[in-house]
């Protein structure tokens, strides 16, 4: 079975369409629930468009070690590692607020499919 999943942001779905976001990341919880390498998930916006990707690389790594490579990997923004800091701690604050900037996060790499 795929998994399929949503960003609930059109944005960055077309991010993913034109090929500019090349992962995503995730608060972590534990190993038993990460993604697997080489697994296919879909993505889906909110008018029903969906696109196929394949987990090519998935990591933990704590919010505060992330680098400016991971911020450019997520394609977000003007690309920069104050801007992905900026947006995703408000994201992570906003749905955990017990957030600290040494919580680990996992780190997933995909590529499109279709």
């Not at 390498?37 to 790594?61: L, M, P």
């Not at 919010?63 to 800091?85: K, N, P, T």
Request: glycine residues 6%; charged residues 25%; contains cysteine.
């Amino acid at each position: 079975m795929i998994e399929r999943w949503t960003f609930d942001n059109d944005e960055l779905f077309e991010l993913v369409r034109i090929g500019r976001k090349r992962g995503t990341c995730c608060r972590y919880s534990d190993d038993a629930s990460m993604a697997t390498v080489g697994a296919i998930q879909e993505i889906y916006d909110s008018h029903g468009n969906t696109i196929t990707i394949q987990i090519t690389a998935v990591r933990k790594c704590r919010f505060c070690d992330v680098g400016v490579a991971w911020a450019h990997i997520e394609g977000e923004g003007d690309l920069s590692l104050d801007y992905w800091r900026k947006v995703h701690t408000d994201f992570f604050t906003t749905l955990y607020p017990d957030f600290l900037p040494t919580d680990l996060l996992e780190l997933n790499e995909f590529k499109v499919l279709s």
